[in-house]
C-alpha cells in the first residue's frame, strides 16, 4: 500500500494483525464533528470491518453501537494506515482505515456504555483525537489542499535546514541578497503579518491590510546575528500554528468574495484590483511565497 499515508512505526520482529477499519467523519447542523471519548482516548465513530462487511455498514454499526445515532455514509475521504499497538489485547495491528463522511438520519440506543459522544468544532476535534490517522482524516476534511501542503513542506523543510551548519546560514550568495539567517527571518515576519491578516480578515468585510518594509524589518531584528537553530525552530512552529489558524476558518469565510482587497499590493502572485479576492486567495499566497524562499536557501528542486 504504498500510496496511502503511513502512521506509526513498524517495529522489526513485531507480528501485525491486518486489521481493516472504517471511521466516521460525521458533522452535526452546526458543523462540529463526533468524536467518541473512551478510556483508551478519543476517536472517531467507527472500528474493525468484520468479514464479508462493507465499509458503509461497519460505520453504520458501529457509530449506532457507540453514540446510538444511525448514520449512512455519503463519501469517502480518504484511506490511511496506522501500526499500533492494544495494550488490554496485548496485540500490535496493522489498521487499514477507510474514512468516511456520514451523516444522521436517526438515532438508537448506545450499546457501548463507556464510549461518550462529543460534538467538537473540527480544529478542537483535531486536537483531541489520539490515533495519528484520525487527526489526518479531519484535516483531510476540512482543511483546502495548500493546508496540507503547509504542513508538508515544513516537516520536509525544517529537517532540509537543520541539516545546514551554522557559518553556511550567515553567508550571503552575493552582496546584495539575504542569507538564509535572514531569509527564515523574513518568514517569521511574513508569518507574523499574515497571522493577524488571516484572523482579523473573518471580522472584516474588504481585505484591505497594511503592508511592511520587509528589508528594514529583517535589518531592524538583526537576523543576521540570530541562531541559526532557533530561528529555524521559530519559523516551524509558528508555520504549524498557522496550519491550525487556516484550518480553523470557516469555508464561508474562507470563500467569501470581497470586492475591496489591497492584494495587488501586498499579495505575492496577485489579485488585479478590480477583481474579487477570497481569505482563501490570501492564505494560498502565503504558502507559494513561503516556497518561493525556501527554493532561495535549498535549491529548485529540494522537495522533488
Known sequence: MPDLPVFGTKLDGVEYVVRPSAYALLPNEAGDLAVMRTPKGHFLPGGGVEPGESVEAAVARETREEAGLVVEATRTIGEAVEFTRALDEDAW????????????????????????????????????????????????????????????????????????????????PAPDTWSPREVIGHLVDSAANNHGRFVRAQHQDD???????????????????????????????????LARVMTAVPASERD???????????????????????????????????????????GPDWDR
Open 93 to 172: 495491528y496493522q489498521k487499514v482505515s477507510t474514512f468516511v463522511g456520514a451523516r444522521v438520519v436517526g438515532h438508537a440506543d448506545a450499546a457501548e456504555p463507556d464510549h461518550e459522544l462529543l460534538w467538537l468544532p473540527p480544529a478542537r476535534a483535531a486536537d483531541a483525537l489520539t490515533p495519528p490517522s484520525h487527526v489526518w482524516a479531519v484535516a483531510r476534511l476540512v482543511a483546502p489542499p495548500y493546508v496540507a501542503r503547509l504542513r508538508a513542506v515544513v516537516a520536509a523543510a525544517e529537517r532540509a535546514l537543520g541539516a545546514i551548519a551554522d557559518d553556511d546560514s550567515a553567508r550571503r
Open 207 to 241: 481585505l484591505v491590510f497594511p503592508g511592511y518594509a520587509q528589508d528594514a524589518w529583517v535589518d531592524a531584528q538583526r537576523y543576521a546575528d540570530a541562531p541559526w537553530r532557533e530561528l529555524v525552530a521559530l519559523w516551524a512552529l509558528y508555520n504549524r500554528h
Open 256 to 298: 467569501r468574495p470581497r470586492a475591496r482587497h489591497n492584494l495587488h499590493e501586498i499579495g505575492w502572485r496577485t489579485v488585479p484590483a478590480h477583481e474579487p479576492a477570497t481569505l482563501g486567495d490570501l492564505m494560498a499566497d502565503y504558502v507559494e511565497h513561503l516556497e518561493h524562499h525556501l527554493r532561495q536557501i535549498l
